[in-house]
T-cell receptor, first 112, second 117 residues
Framework: AQKVTQAQTEISVVEKEDVTLDCVYETRDTTYYLFWYKQPPSGELVFLIRRNSFDEQNEISGRYSWNFQKSTSSFNFTITASQVVDSAVYFCALSERYQLIWGAGTKLIIKP | GAGVSQTPSNKVTEKGKYVELRCDPI?????LYWYRQSLGQGPEFLIY????????DSGLPNDRFFAVRPEGSVSTLKIQRTERGDSAVYLC???????????????FGPGTRLTVL
C-alpha cells in the first residue's frame, strides 16, 4: 500500500533560520508524482510543487528548495531564511490513480 | 481568475439531519475531488469526478454519503442521517483533468467546516 510519512509533527525555529521538513514515501508504482502543499491558519491548502518520479533534479523557488532522492524514497523541503509568514502546516502527498495520499503534516512555527 | 469556492464555509447541524455541501471548481477544470480532513490529520480522499461521472468513489465511508455533479461543473456532497463522527472540514479540489489521472495538480477550495451536534 502507498504511504507518506512526515515524522516531524511540529518544528519551531527563530526567524531567519533555515529549516528542513522531511517526507518519506512508499509506493510500488514506477511512475508517480509527489506534491507539497501549505496550509496556513486560514485553512486553505496552497499548492507549492509537483515532482514526477523520473525527475530527480533539485528544485529551487526563491527561499524554497526541494530535494528528491529516489534511492531513499524521500522528498524533503527546505525553507531558507525563514519568515514569520512561513508559519503553517505543510503536507507532503503522493499520487495514487485519482487520489492523493497525504502525510499527517508538519506544523512549522516561525518565531520573530 | 477565480479559485475553487465552497459554500457554506461553516455548517452546524444536529445528529440525524441531512446536509448538502457545494463546490464550484475553477472554470475549465473537468476533474473534481472531495476530501475530508479531521483535526491534526492530512486530507482523506472521498470521491473523484471526471466530467459528470464519478470515476472513483472508493473513499466514501458508507452509503450515507453521496455526491453529484450533474452538469460537469458544480458538485454537491450530500450526507444523510449525519453522525457526530462526520464532523470535519470537507475540502473540494479541481484540476484540468487532461490525463484523467491525479498527476494533474489539484487546487483546493477553502473548505466547509461541518459540525454535527
Amino acid at each position: 500500500a502507498q504511504k507518506v510519512t512526515q515524522a516531524q509533527t511540529e518544528i519551531s525555529v527563530v526567524e531567519k533560520e533555515d529549516v528542513t521538513l522531511d517526507c518519506v514515501y512508499e509506493t510500488r508504482d514506477t511512475t508517480y508524482y509527489l506534491f507539497w502543499y501549505k496550509q496556513p491558519p486560514s485553512g486553505e491548502l496552497v499548492f507549492l510543487i509537483r515532482r514526477n518520479s523520473f525527475d530527480e533534479q533539485n528544485e529551487i523557488s526563491g527561499r524554497y528548495s526541494w530535494n528528491f532522492q529516489k534511492s531513499t524514497s524521500s522528498f524533503n523541503f527546505t525553507i531558507t531564511a525563514s519568515q514569520v509568514v512561513d508559519s503553517a502546516v505543510y503536507f507532503c502527498a503522493l499520487s495514487e490513480r485519482y487520489q492523493l495520499i497525504w502525510g499527517a503534516g508538519t506544523k512549522l512555527i516561525i518565531k520573530p | 481568475g477565480a479559485g475553487v469556492s465552497q459554500t457554506p464555509s461553516n455548517k452546524v447541524t444536529e445528529k440525524g439531519k441531512y446536509v448538502e455541501l457545494r463546490c464550484d471548481p475553477i472554470s475549465g477544470h473537468t476533474a473534481l475531488y472531495w476530501y475530508r480532513q479531521s483535526l491534526g490529520q492530512g486530507p482523506e480522499f472521498l470521491i473523484y469526478f471526471q466530467g459528470t461521472g464519478a470515476a472513483d468513489d472508493s473513499g466514501l465511508p458508507n452509503d450515507r454519503f453521496f455526491a453529484v455533479r450533474p452538469e460537469g461543473s458544480v458538485s454537491t456532497l450530500k450526507i444523510q442521517r449525519t453522525e457526530r463522527g462526520d464532523s470535519a472540514v470537507y475540502l473540494c479540489a479541481s484540476s484540468l483533468g487532461r490525463t484523467g489521472k491525479s498527476t494533474d495538480t489539484q487546487y483546493f477550495g477553502p473548505g466547509t467546516r461541518l459540525t454535527v451536534l
